[in-house]
């Protein structure tokens, strides 16, 4: 298994532009997750999905869009990028039906927007 | 909204010393997990403590869920090079609502 995989691994954008990073996860988990990490902060959660055409707001989802057709695919969406998106975006996945709460992460997108 | 609090932000020790991190949450938890994660690297799962009191040990490392259910803590023994990394606390309030709150993490650094 691959786990938790995700594309690009370095983007730099300009101010305005959008972009889609691709998430995808091959452990047939219905829980995913999307998160940001700021330079010596922690993990803030952007948006989350219990399983596929399910989607909700996490701590910070101004400026993002997500979607899930598949259980495969989380893939999240920047409209009009702003510097304040600079980050490491980690995309995670869990399994449901036990109380094993268990994230696993990707290796993550490393996003500058100058 | 529910907040999860760590401390220290960074300790620094020499090979061979303890650490300890703590981790405490605004609200009761129904349960909270640990993760390491290496300079440059990701987020790895290390344990989920439960139950109220619960003490798990993995080697050198100790976790412990606090009576109230609202912190923990990790401590390692004899630390070594290996141990370098962040360390993050994340609280889950509800297990069904598939989320969890992370801590900002207590960046570790071991001197040889």
């Known amino acids: 298994n691959a786990g938790v995989t995700q594309t690009p691994k370095f983007r730099i954008l300009k101010i305005g532009q959008s972009m889609t990073l691709q998430c995808t996860q091959d452990?047939?988990?219905?829980?995913m997750y999307w998160y940001r990490q700021d330079p010596g902060m922690g993990l803030k959660l952007i948006y989350y999905?219990?399983?596929?055409?399910?989607?909700d707001k996490g701590e910070v989802p101004n400026g993002y869009n997500v979607s899930r057709s598949t259980t495969e695919d989380f893939p999240l969406r920047l409209e009009l990028a702003a510097p304040s998106q600079t980050s490491v975006y980690f995309c995670?996945?869990?399994?449901?039906?036990?109380?094993?709460?268990?994230?696993?992460f990707g290796p993550g997108t490393r996003l500058t927007v100058l | 909204g529910q907040q999860v609090m760590q401390i220290p932000q960074y300790q620094h020790v020499q090979e061979g010393e303890d650490f300890t991190t703590y981790c405490n949450s605004s609200?009761?938890?129904?349960?909270i997990q640990w993760y390491k994660q290496r300079p440059g690297g990701h987020p790895v799962f290390l344990i989920q403590?439960?139950?109220?009191?619960e003490v798990k040990k993995q080697k050198r490392l100790t976790f412990q869920f606090g009576e109230a259910k609202k912190n923990s803590s990790l401590h390692i023994t004899a630390t070594q090079t290996t141990d370098v990394g962040t360390y993050f606390c994340?609280?889950?309030?509800?297990?069904?609502?598939?989320?969890?709150?992370f801590g900002d993490g207590t960046t570790l650094t071991v001197k040889p």
């Open positions: 995670a996945s869990r399994s449901t039906g036990t109380h094993y709460n268990e994230q696993f």
């Open positions: 452990m047939n988990h219905n829980y």
């Open positions: 999905s219990v399983g596929a055409g399910i989607t």
């Open positions: 609200t009761t938890l129904s349960n």
């Open positions: 403590l439960v139950k109220s009191g």
């Open positions: 994340a609280g889950a309030r509800d297990t069904n609502a598939g989320k969890s709150t």
